[in-house]
């Protein structure tokens, strides 16, 4: 069974910085697009950026030039790096995997970690 464990979520002023880190469980083998997205309270889940494992990266418009995604491919780990935080980042942030395989040669798709949170106060 795939699991995705995010971490880093937090409460930041205003202009501060958040780092957030996504880990699958440790039969994962290989993932291909890895993904950070956010849910606002009554708003629906929006991309916030992507990665593939060639490290081509996709932003959102909206976070473009404050957050950079990363990974590491050799653990399957996502990283989101958010500078000059603003209220309207305040969000559950959820990491997704899109597709990959296990170590023991199963195919996996669409699979997201549980969330967290991040609350930027003005």
């Known amino acids: 069974q795939v699991q995705l464990v995010e971490s880093g979520g937090g409460l930041v002023q205003a202009g501060g910085s958040l780092r957030l880190s996504c880990a699958p469980s440790?039969?994962?083998?290989?993932?291909?697009?890895m993904g950070w997205y956010r849910q606002a309270p009554g708003n629906q889940r929006e991309l916030v950026a992507s990665i593939t494992s060639a490290g081509s990266t996709n932003y959102a418009d909206s976070v473009k030039g404050r957050f950079t995604i990363s990974r590491d491919n050799a653990k399957n780990t996502v990283y989101l790096q958010m500078n000059s935080l603003k209220p309207e980042d305040t969000a559950v942030y959820y990491c997704n995997a899109d597709a990959g395989w296990t170590h023991d040669g199963d195919y996996f798709h669409d699979y997201w970690g549980q969330g967290t949170q991040v609350t930027v106060s003005s």
């Open positions: 440790s039969n994962i083998f290989s993932i291909n697009v």
